[in-house]
């Protein structure tokens, strides 16, 4: 099929933002790991109804403008469907914001499946990826926001069936799109599986972020996951964690490996279900504290740049790696 007769699918080579493709220059420095708003309820229970998108986009939209002045450009909402994925509403806040903000297609399978709707147990890995590759060429119903990365989840330990088979579909969306496969990751073990599972689909590590990474505390996994070419992703980063994050960062260097090495916050998250969304946590400690701290580490500007800029724009570019 000619691209002739696909018109609006997005071209290789663009990143995808809410309000469209754009050139991945443009990206600029990216949080690549960041959440807006969260439902814990469940699958099962999960219905728009269950809250106020004008209150979230009012309590969200000052942190959004705030990290926006503290210099970020993008920021990736990790929110999975089933768990608050709103693409209406990122849009919107993009577009009040100045903020590029990227969604995501995928079902997030971690937390012991809590948020993996029955219909993922009757499908088979190809009908999931086509509800995904769908989500990419028509856009998420009802507005046709598009995806720009695929977000799935695995708890720790060796992959369960359930888990195995959304690694599977994250694998043919990845070749069916171009789309970078993030997993929120339980712990070292599910990580080297899945890099082995991706790879027995014929998808390279280089297509696969292990999220959270800085949970596995046997850090020449994290050595062995970016040698094999995947990104190793350190989230998480606050205040509290600082420290722990510039040790990680800085043993990623000595080994040659910041190339591979992704950070972010994991912060934000409007929680549904509690009084005004419950707390709050800001976007820009990482731009205010940490890149810091890490200068002072001894952390140059270009090792900086390439783990805020150029890693998280490679992560974004859609590129196919089978011609068709
Ligand atoms: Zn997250």
Redesign the pocket.
Known sequence: MSNLTLPSVPQDGRAITVLGPIAPKQLGRTLI?E?IMVDFIGADAMRPARYDPEDVFLKALPHLRQVKSAGCNTLVD?TPAYIGRDPGLLRRLSQASGLQIVTNTGLYGAAHDKYVPKFAYAETAQQLAARWVKEFEDGIEPLGVRPGIIKIGVDSGPLSEIDAKLVKAAAITHQRTGLTIAS?TGDGVAAMAQISSLKSHGVAPEGFVWVHAQNETDTRLHLRAADAGAWVEFDGISSATAEKHVELVLRMKQGGYLSRVLLSQ?SGWYHVGEPGGGDFHPYNFLFTEFLPLLGRQGVSEAETAALIVHNPRTVLTRLKQRPD
Do not use: E, S, T
């Open positions: 790991h959440h990790c929120h994991d």
